[in-house]
């Protein structure tokens, strides 16, 4: 299981970073991708990240504003989130898989796949 946090709520223009952790493994052995779901709206992918962490993909929604980064020695994958907008408002969840493929054709495909690990989810509120 993941686990998610550093949601909140933020004033439109502001920023926040999420984290995604586990002590279940190690998530270096694994892609992460970031995902959210607004209500009444299907889950959309948001962002990705691949092992190495070389290798990173934005919804283009996001992109610009958005940015992934791991550190594996502290197992934690971050999406710092700029310039936030109203529509941004959604619960946010990561997901990892072994196969980068996967979770980059879940973020940029449109369709999100059947990953291998989800977390439950942080709640992100843009409002003032």
């Known amino acids: 299981q993941l686990v998610e946090s550093g949601g909140g709520l933020v004033q439109p223009g502001g920023a926040l970073t999420l984290s995604c952790t586990t002590s279940e493994f190690s998530l270096e052995y694994y892609a992460i991708g970031w995902f959210r779901q607004a209500p009444g709206k299907e889950r959309e992918g948001v962002s990705c990240?691949?092992?190495?962490?070389?290798?990173?993909n934005y919804a283009d929604s996001v992109q610009g504003r958005f940015a992934i980064s791991r550190d594996n020695a502290n197992n934690t994958v971050y999406l710092q989130m700029n310039n936030l907008k109203p529509e941004d408002t959604a619960v946010y969840y990561c997901?990892?898989?072994?196969?980068?493929?996967?979770?980059?054709?879940?973020?940029?495909?449109?369709?999100?796949?059947?990953?291998?690990?989800w977390g439950r989810g942080t709640l992100v509120t843009v409002s003032s």
């Open positions: 990240v691949s092992r190495s962490g070389v290798i990173k």
């Open positions: 997901a990892a898989d072994i196969i980068f493929q996967r979770i980059r054709s879940s973020v940029v495909g449109g369709q999100v796949g059947a990953l291998e690990v």
